[in-house]
């Protein structure tokens, strides 16, 4: 019996395409999970994006209805309020600048909804300072779909 003992440069020389083969799969199961995992992550981002946005332009109403007609009660900052919590925990899992804005417009909401329920004019003046920071947080959740790849 004659054993051949092979050096390991021959053995890689026999097996060279079974290794690049092997490189090759490896990396393109890397790259494929990669790339799933950003577009889950994208996906993600823009759901909670439109819900924010969605929310945002129903606190809006919820503001006009309390500033601008007299059917305003109890009920809609209630429902406001509702509406910021709901946009302040999806921005949350956005990126930046969308949990900043979204904190700032919790922070205005609980300084002036109140005032929202006063005479028109203590309402109007609450309404100034909230619906800039409506506006500001929907630009940044559209600044940052925008910047979605």
């Known amino acids: 019996m004659n054993f051949k003992i092979e050096t390991i ?24 999970t990669s790339r799933n995992e950003t577009t889950e992550y994208q996906r993600n981002v823009r759901h909670a994006a439109f819900k924010v946005i969605e929310n945002l332009g129903e606190l809006q109403s919820v503001v006009n209805a309390m500033v601008y007609t007299d059917q305003g009660n109890r009920d809609d900052w209630i429902d406001g309020r509702g509406r ?22 919790k922070q205005v909401w609980a300084l002036y909804f109140e005032d929202l329920s006063q005479a028109r004019e203590v309402a109007e003046k609450a309404d100034q300072k909230i ?12 600044m940052v779909l925008e910047d979605l790849n």
């Open 131 to 142: 619906a800039p920071q409506i506006e500001a947080t929907k630009t940044a959740v559209l």
């Open 84 to 105: 910021v919590l709901a946009i302040e925990t999806l921005g949350s899992v956005m990126p930046e600048p969308v949990p900043t804005q979204t904190l700032h417009l």
């Open 9 to 32: 440069k021959q053995q890689l020389q026999r097996n060279s395409v079974a290794f690049i083969s092997l490189f090759i799969a490896l990396s393109s199961l890397g790259y494929n």
